[in-house]
């Protein structure tokens, strides 16, 4: 009598904590409030590499952007094009929703577009701009970035304002020419050409005639760009009255060199440096008088936009469904950039404001 009892007992038992843990979970799975997994698509993503400080700060954007609206399955493709694509058949493999690819090489956007559309995968590509004609061979692919041209003439006009106001003190040899030294990214990227020629062009169209001392690619890089300015001070020292360079990396690397040849401390010899992206580290500079400005490549709003439109694809909605942005007639959603001196560099400081 005593062992059915308790067997009585333990069954009851079991029952009862089966009714208590069914009523629990029936609460959790069907709380509207709640987020799970379920309620937001993956977004698969891949930088061309991590330690770009330009895309350090896209990559922060991304996250934040990301919040509670979309899981995101993040790759450091390490400057490696053969990586990149492997990471994203491991994300096609996972299931991700969308996909959202910095390309280490413009050139392989065929090559993702292809999975992706085998895949039947939207893809949002951001920053590194695929050819027209990619663009184009599949429907469920945009662009999230800037007018590459805009940045060079942008540079341009911030150079002829600080020239013609300084003039006096810059034109060292007093023959109304710019004699200036060129820092260029990497080979054939569309930023590094359309940036160099329309930087260029832009101040001739001005009416200012310029000389060309030395041009070389430090690939964005700060440290190559230290090594190249070092060589060129070298060579050139006093002749060079302009330091142009296609990103802040190599700007500040430009200012690193020009420092300990003793310009650019606070004293009489000076050596004018522009770059563009407007990064915090190149504002600093800017601020206290040792760069003459920047082009604010907004990185807030390009992390932000590169998820919005992949949320929106991710879930079959209109790409621009709910956002303020814009396509143009190459499936592009276009980040204005903004010259950046000393006089309005809270600006750019408001973009990196969290």
């Not at 951001?126 to 060079?152: C, H, I, L, R």
């Not at 500040?252 to 650019?264: D, M, P, T």
Request: proline letters at 3%; a negative charge.
């Amino acid at each position: 009598m005593k062992k059915k009892f308790l067997a009585l007992l333990l069954t009851s038992t079991m029952v009862l904590t089966s009714v208590v843990f069914a009523g629990c979970s029936g609460k959790a799975e069907g709380d509207g409030d709640s987020k799970t997994s379920k309620d937001v698509p993956n977004i698969g993503i891949t930088i061309y590499k991590y330690d770009d400080n330009f895309m350090s700060f896209v990559r922060r954007s991304i996250e934040k952007a990301a919040t509670d609206k979309a899981e995101v399955s993040m790759n450091d493709s390490q400057n490696d094009q053969a990586k990149q694509t492997e990471q994203v058949d491991t994300l096609i493999a996972k299931g991700v929703k969308a996909l959202a690819i910095n390309l280490v090489d413009p050139k392989a956007a065929p090559t993702i577009i292809d999975k992706a559309k085998a895949a039947k995968l939207p893809v949002i590509f951001f920053n590194k701009e695929p050819e027209e004609s990619a663009m184009k061979s599949y429907d469920k692919t945009w662009y999230v970035g800037t007018d590459s041209s805009q940045s060079g003439v942008l540079q341009g006009e911030l150079i002829v304002e600080a020239w013609n106001t300084n003039k006096d003190k810059w034109d060292k040899n007093k023959d109304g020419k710019i004699q200036y030294v060129l820092l260029k990214g990497e080979p054939g990227h569309p930023d590094a050409e359309a940036r160099t020629k329309y930087a260029v062009e832009t101040i001739k169209g001005k009416g200012i005639e310029v000389e060309e001392l030395a041009i070389d690619t430090a690939m964005w890089d700060s440290a190559k760009g230290t090594d190249k300015m070092d060589a060129w001070i070298s060579k050139f020292g006093d002749k060079i009255e302009f330091v142009i360079c296609n990103n802040d990396a190599m700007a500040l690397g430009a200012l690193s060199s020009v420092q300990k040849a003793g310009y650019n401390n606070g004293g009489d010899k000076f050596m004018p440096i522009v770059g563009v992206d407007a990064i915090p580290d190149a504002l600093t500079k800017i601020k206290e008088g040792q760069m003459v400005g920047s082009i604010l490549n907004d990185a807030k709003n390009q992390g932000a936009a590169t998820v919005q439109v992949a949320i929106n694809a991710a879930n079959g909605k209109d790409p621009l469904d709910g956002t303020e942005w814009k396509l143009d007639d190459k499936k592009a959603v276009r980040v204005p950039y903004v010259k950046i001196t000393k006089e309005n560099v809270k600006v750019a400081e408001d973009t990196y404001a969290q």
